[in-house]
């Protein structure tokens, strides 16, 4: 026998879990900063203008995300001829399955989390 009403469940559900959903979607937005910040170079100004704390990072240029969760799955900044290093975060990534970044001068190596 249910002693709650509808209502309490949905309470009890979206203050327990929602809390959680936004604390891994900003984990993807802080690991997408963190990219930015590495990026040394930009020569078409692409992340500098499109890349806003003031929009979901799922609508960011060259960044896809699933559907269900808003989880970061795929990031292609191919052919943008941007500069610099991979930041360590981006094994933070969790659902990430694609990542193209050909025809881009970054050096050093790939973090160990990725791969």
């Not at 249910?2 to 690991?31: A, E, G, Q, R």
């Not at 975060?89 to 399955?97: C, D, M, P």
């Amino acid at each position: 026998m249910n002693h709650f009403s509808p209502h309490v469940s949905i309470f009890f559900w979206v203050y327990c879990f929602t809390p959680m959903v936004l604390s891994i979607n900003l984990v993807d937005k802080f690991t997408l900063t963190a990219l930015k910040a590495h990026i040394t170079y930009d020569p078409q100004g692409i992340l500098a203008t499109n890349w806003s704390s003031k929009s979901p990072h799922c609508s960011w240029y060259g960044i896809s995300c699933d559907a269900p969760q808003q989880r970061v799955s795929a990031i292609n900044l191919s052919n943008l001829g941007l500069e610099g290093t991979i930041t360590p975060q981006i094994g933070n990534l969790t659902f990430l399955v694609s990542l193209d970044l050909s025809n881009n001068y970054f050096h050093a190596t790939l973090p160990k989390d990725i791969g």
